[in-house]
């Protein structure tokens, strides 16, 4: 670690509250290969290091939680020797990096459609999950075919389907009741949302569970996104002041 990067840690750690849940928007991969003049799986290889280096740091910072936007609902559209490319460079993650997450402390959930995956990666990404269930140390959310109008149009259903066989009366149909049907279940909001290369959207990630997220939007790519940009994140909500929707003390 560079002394640029355990200052500004040691800032984090004496800064105030870090936040328990990170959600991360990795964008920009395609831009920065263009820049460069290479193909896009090869702005994708180099997300991959970012992801690896994202995970240390956040173990190191002491976050609990850490959701990464990994593959959306909408990337299936993209052609398919770049779903291809990124498929490949899942199971390639995976491959390389179970041993270490285990050794970490990180457990491993995916959050999405898991059913429109190729039988290798869904295989792959359950076997990553077993490997690292039970790791204490960070809960390492991947985000694939993932949309989250989607996940709250299943939780609706689920919800219904609660109702109608009679395993929850209709009074009890809340906020709470919701929360508990979406992937997410039992865990806590994000506290700080990145979305890297400059874009000021959530595309469509997590819109239930940010509601009092606070945001963080650098112009940084996600390949060049380093330990010392989350840790700028992270000291940049400190800085906030949260709310939610309350006047200040
Ligand atoms: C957005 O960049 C990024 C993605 C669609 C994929 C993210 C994937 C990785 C970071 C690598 C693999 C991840 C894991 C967990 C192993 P973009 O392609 O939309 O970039 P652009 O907007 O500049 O075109």
């Known amino acids: 670690m560079t002394t640029d990067a355990g200052e500004l840690l040691e800032r984090v750690r004496a800064g105030g509250p870090v936040p328990r849940h990170v959600a ?9 290969a263009r820049e460069r003049h290479l193909p896009r799986p090869l702005g994708h290889r180099a997300g991959m290091q970012a992801v690896r ?3 240390e740091a956040s173990i190191a910072a002491g976050v609990g939680v850490l959701t990464l936007f990994a593959f959306s609902e909408e990337n299936w559209n993209r052609p398919r020797t770049e779903i291809g490319a990124l498929m490949g460079l899942l199971e390639e993650y995976i491959g390389r990096e179970t041993e270490e997450l285990r050794g970490n402390g990180v457990e491993v959930r995916a959050l999405g459609d898991l059913t429109r995956l190729q039988p290798p990666a869904r295989e792959a990404l359950d076997r990553l999950i077993d490997a690292t269930r039970g790791g204490t140390k960070l809960l390492l959310n991947l985000a694939i075919s993932y949309s989250s109008r989607a996940e709250i149009a299943r939780a609706a259903r689920r919800l219904a389907e609660d109702v109608v066989q009679g395993r929850l009366a209709l009074e009890d149909v809340d906020e709470d009741a919701l929360a508990l049907r979406l992937y997410t279940a039992g865990l806590p909001d994000p506290d700080l949302l990145v979305r890297t290369s400059g874009e ?3 595309s469509n990630f997590l819109l239930w569970q940010i509601a009092y997220t606070e945001l963080f939007i650098t112009p940084v790519l996600w390949p060049d996104f380093s330990r ?3 840790y700028e994140a992270i000291l940049a909500y400190q800085g906030r002041e949260r709310r939610f929707g309350r006047v200040t003390a």
């Open 200 to 202: 000021q959207r959530v």
């Open 228 to 230: 010392l940009h989350l």
């Open 53 to 55: 280096e994202t995970v």
């Open 24 to 32: 991360i928007i990795m964008d920009g991969n395609g831009r920065w």
